[in-house]
């Protein structure tokens, strides 16, 4: 009996594992199938496109961010700005977009819902459905009460927060140049004994604080002082697994659910804490009274206490007789749990998003300007003929928030910086019946069952959008040749005008080639905030410091400085100091054989600071550099 039983487990066994052979098969044969006569690179009947990202990481570093691929293997292949890619069996058929027009028909003409692989990636720092991932009518609603909080107008109310969260960014850096020259003055050799930072840590703490104030009103004082939220959110984001991991024992690291537990709880019961307080402050006689600043906390809180009916966001059955709204009745503890789910997850995406694309845009402006001398000069050029002194800079901008717009020379380096690097892409989800037309030759192409790519870093670099053509420089009176699309060169967003000044060109990106922040309606909400912090904090620092990039120095991790909060509790200061020198999971060592394609600077030097994926894409090991004052 015993081994007829077996026999039988046996045999179950096989027939399971049987049909998931043929399903394996099946499904391998129909997406190659799907790839016959697509345009692509060359495509093996067997093993799809897998033999062309071999090849690839042979040429570039393998740890660059995937939003990358896109333009290497147009350029190695000579391909379109549309093709496809068949990577089963680690993905669904992807289906790349590097032309402006045709990313307009899945974005705007047609928008396209967002693929599921962009919450599954960023969920653990997120939670699920907020207004990044949701769709239909939960998305619209919540994209509709939180676009007052990031209007133009409501944003440059802001303006006098912003300055004080970029005067502390300005003491933090001043520690940081104050150190490098006592260590000089104490005989430690210049270059030899200088500390180095990773200046993207720096920014996403100065960032976190300007968007805790626009969200929460809540001043965080992340540069400063140990603050749970902060610690959190970063250590959420350092455990979200490599999309390109292999290793089953990195992928599947069993402390991970553990970790994103403990993160996620002290996460929602800090905004909730934050979110109650505001109940409690702000709900007087069923309304919520705006100030003239409007919070994102307080405009949700507006939403669900007056009674708006609305999907995902206020109770059922808040009608009265006549059909109109009724107020909420009852506390706190009353308080809808579906609405106040999905208040946390909101609060969290934008925190997480409010913050990440300006740190590292930051961070890749700071870093351009410093090895683009002309740029550079320029730009201080302007602040000292429209702004005072950088001590009374501040308070200048407090005061006179519109002189902001009329530094256009900053605003185009910005612009360049950010077509150079965006932080990211959209991956849409193709639709049967659904194809896209090439405008070039009319053919079309089907979505169905694609991961559609809108890939931002490749339309930024083709050359038919951005490459300039030849002019006159106004600073020296001689003819400059043509500006490929790889350089950084802010003029390209400017028309000049006599006397050296400029004015914006609105035609250069107008027809849909300039997209760091999307269009159509899944746009960014948060566009107008990450334009105008980064512009405050470049009007507050470029005169002062000095930002030298040292990837090329292979001993800069035992020169490391950083912020060590730790054993402190919320609010205590914490201090910068020496960190213990250590490689980062996942750091790759610099690689003088594979270099990528960038604005290698008017110097000529090979581009290192290249983008990783953190979530989001992040300057190669948080862009080390040296601070120093500017003479």
Same mark, same amino acid.
């Given at each position: 009996?015993?081994?007829?039983?077996?026999?039988?487990?046996?045999?179950?066994?096989?027939?399971?594992?049987?049909?998931?052979?043929?399903?394996?098969?099946?499904?391998?044969?129909?997406?190659?199938?799907?790839?016959?006569?697509?345009?692509?690179?060359?495509?093996?009947?067997?093993?799809?496109?897998?033999?062309?990202?071999?090849?690839?990481?042979?040429?570039?570093?393998?740890?660059?961010?995937?939003?990358?691929?896109?333009?290497?293997?147009?350029?190695?292949?000579?391909?379109?700005?549309?093709?496809? &890619?068949? !990577?089963?069996? %680690? *993905? #669904?058929?992807?289906?790349?977009? $590097?032309?402006?027009? =045709?990313?307009?028909?899945?974005?705007?003409?047609?928008?396209?819902?967002?693929?599921?692989?962009?919450?599954?990636?960023?969920?653990?720092?997120?939670?699920?459905?907020?207004?990044?991932?949701?769709?239909?009518?939960?998305?619209?609603?919540?994209?509709? &009460?939180? !676009?007052?909080? %990031? *209007? #133009?107008?409501?944003?440059?109310? $802001?303006?006098?927060? =912003?300055?004080?969260?970029?005067?502390?960014?300005?003491?933090?850096?001043?520690?940081?140049?104050?150190?490098?020259?006592?260590?000089?003055?104490?005989?430690?050799?210049?270059?030899?004994?200088?500390?180095?930072?990773?200046?993207?840590?720096?920014?996403?703490?100065?960032?976190?604080?300007?968007?805790?104030?626009?969200?929460?009103?809540?001043?965080?004082?992340?540069?400063?002082?140990?603050?749970?939220?902060?610690?959190?959110?970063?250590?959420?984001?350092?455990?979200?697994?490599?999309?390109?991991?292999?290793?089953?024992?990195?992928?599947?690291?069993?402390?991970?659910?553990?970790?994103?537990?403990?993160?996620?709880?002290?996460?929602?019961?800090?905004?909730?804490?934050?979110?109650?307080?505001?109940?409690?402050?702000?709900?007087?006689?069923?309304?919520?009274?705006?100030?003239?600043?409007?919070?994102?906390?307080?405009?949700?809180?507006?939403?669900?206490?007056?009674?708006?009916?609305?999907?995902?966001?206020?109770?059922?059955?808040?009608?009265?007789?006549?059909?109109?709204?009724?107020?909420?009745?009852?506390?706190?503890?009353?308080?809808?749990?579906?609405?106040?789910?999905?208040?946390?997850?909101?609060?969290?995406?934008?925190?997480?998003?409010?913050?990440?694309?300006?740190?590292?845009?930051?961070?890749?402006?700071?870093?351009?300007?410093?090895?683009?001398?002309?740029?550079?000069?320029?730009?201080?050029?302007?602040?000292?003929?429209?702004?005072?002194?950088?001590?009374?800079?501040?308070?200048?901008?407090?005061?006179?928030?519109?002189?902001?717009?009329?530094?256009?020379?900053?605003?185009?380096?910005?612009?360049?910086?950010?077509?150079?690097?965006?932080?990211?892409?959209?991956?849409?989800?193709?639709?049967?019946?659904?194809?896209?037309?090439?405008?070039?030759?009319?053919?079309?192409?089907?979505?169905?069952?694609?991961?559609?790519?809108?890939?931002?870093?490749?339309?930024?670099?083709?050359?038919?959008?951005?490459?300039?053509?030849?002019?006159?420089?106004?600073?020296?009176?001689?003819?400059?040749?043509?500006?490929?699309?790889?350089?950084?060169?802010?003029?390209?967003?400017?028309?000049?005008?006599?006397?050296?000044?400029?004015?914006?060109?609105?035609?250069?990106?107008?027809?849909?080639?300039?997209?760091?922040?999307?269009?159509?309606?899944?746009?960014?909400?948060?566009?107008?905030?990450?334009?105008?912090?980064?512009?405050?904090?470049?009007?507050?620092?470029?005169?002062?410091?000095?930002?030298?990039?040292?990837?090329?120095?292979?001993?800069?991790?035992?020169?490391?400085?950083?912020?060590?909060?730790?054993?402190?509790?919320?609010?205590?200061?914490?201090?910068?100091?020496?960190?213990?020198?250590?490689?980062?999971?996942?750091?790759?060592?610099?690689?003088?054989?594979?270099?990528?394609?960038?604005?290698?600077?008017?110097?000529?030097?090979?581009?290192?600071?290249?983008?990783?994926?953190?979530?989001?894409?992040?300057?190669?090991?948080?862009?080390?550099?040296?601070?120093?004052?500017?003479?």
């Amino acid at each position: 009996m015993a081994v007829i039983q077996i026999q039988h487990t046996v045999f179950a066994a096989l027939v399971i594992l049987a049909v998931y052979v043929v399903k394996f098969v099946r499904s391998a044969a129909a997406q190659r199938a799907f790839m016959k006569g697509k345009p692509g690179p060359p495509h093996s009947p067997l093993l799809g496109h897998l033999p062309i990202f071999a090849a690839l990481f042979k040429r570039i570093p393998t740890d660059i961010h995937p939003h990358a691929y896109g333009y290497y293997l147009q350029k190695h292949y000579g391909l379109g700005r549309i093709f496809y &890619l068949d !990577n089963w069996p %680690f *993905s #669904a058929p992807q289906l790349l977009i $590097l032309d402006a027009d =045709i990313a307009q028909q899945v974005t705007h003409v047609h928008s396209l819902d967002k693929h599921p692989a962009t919450e599954q990636h960023v969920f653990a720092v997120t939670g699920r459905e907020g207004i990044l991932t949701a769709e239909g009518e939960v998305w619209r609603v919540w994209r509709q &009460l939180l !676009n007052p909080g %990031f *209007s #133009a107008g409501n944003v440059g109310r $802001l303006v006098p927060e =912003i300055v004080e969260a970029t005067r502390a960014l300005v003491g933090v850096l001043r520690g940081v140049a104050e150190e490098r020259e006592r260590r000089r003055g104490v005989g430690e050799g210049e270059g030899e004994g200088d500390p180095v930072v990773r200046l993207e840590d720096i920014m996403t703490r100065y960032t976190l604080d300007i968007i805790g104030r626009v969200v929460l009103d809540v001043d965080l004082k992340a540069q400063t002082t140990s603050a749970p939220l902060v610690t959190a959110f970063r250590s959420q984001l350092e455990w979200i697994p490599n999309v390109r991991e292999v290793n089953p024992f990195k992928k599947l690291n069993p402390l991970r659910p553990i970790v994103y537990w403990w993160n996620n709880r002290i996460m929602d019961n800090w905004i909730e804490d934050k979110l109650r307080k505001r109940f409690q402050g702000k709900v007087v006689d069923g309304t919520v009274e705006l100030g003239e600043k409007k919070h994102v906390i307080d405009l949700a809180l507006k939403t669900y206490v007056e009674g708006g009916k609305v999907s995902g966001v206020s109770k059922e059955g808040r009608k009265g007789k006549d059909g109109g709204n009724v107020p909420v009745v009852g506390g706190w503890d009353e308080m809808d749990k579906v609405f106040k789910k999905r208040a946390l997850v909101n609060i969290r995406t934008l925190i997480f998003a409010g913050h990440d694309t300006s740190s590292s845009h930051l961070c890749y402006t700071l870093y351009l300007l410093s090895k683009t001398p002309h740029a550079l000069k320029r730009t201080i050029e302007e602040h000292n003929a429209l702004l005072p002194s950088p001590d009374l800079t501040p308070d200048f901008i407090s005061n006179n928030p519109s002189i902001l717009k009329s530094l256009h020379y900053t605003n185009a380096a910005l612009k360049e910086a950010l077509r150079l690097y965006p932080s990211a892409s959209t991956a849409r989800i193709g639709e049967r019946g659904f194809f896209i037309t090439d405008p070039t030759t009319g053919e079309k192409w089907d979505t169905e069952g694609c991961l559609v790519w809108v890939v931002h870093h490749g339309i930024h670099r083709q050359e038919v959008y951005y490459e300039s053509e030849t002019r006159t420089d106004p600073l020296t009176g001689l003819k400059v040749p043509k500006h490929p699309a790889l350089e950084f060169w802010p003029e390209r967003w400017l028309s000049e005008l006599p006397a050296g000044k400029f004015e914006p060109n609105p035609a250069v990106g107008a027809n849909g080639s300039y997209r760091p922040f999307e269009k159509g309606p899944r746009n960014c909400i948060g566009q107008e905030l990450a334009m105008l912090e980064t512009l405050v904090a470049v009007a507050m620092v470029v005169r002062s410091f000095t930002f030298d990039v040292c990837y090329t120095d292979p001993g800069w991790r035992g020169k490391l400085w950083g912020f060590d909060d730790k054993g402190r509790g919320e609010g205590e200061e914490g201090v910068w100091r020496r960190m213990p020198e250590r490689r980062d999971p996942g750091d790759a060592v610099v690689s003088h054989e594979r270099t990528v394609d960038g604005p290698a600077g008017e110097k000529g030097e090979k581009e290192w600071a290249y983008q990783v994926l953190m979530a989001t894409a992040k300057p190669k090991e948080g862009m080390p550099c040296v601070v120093g004052f500017r003479k």
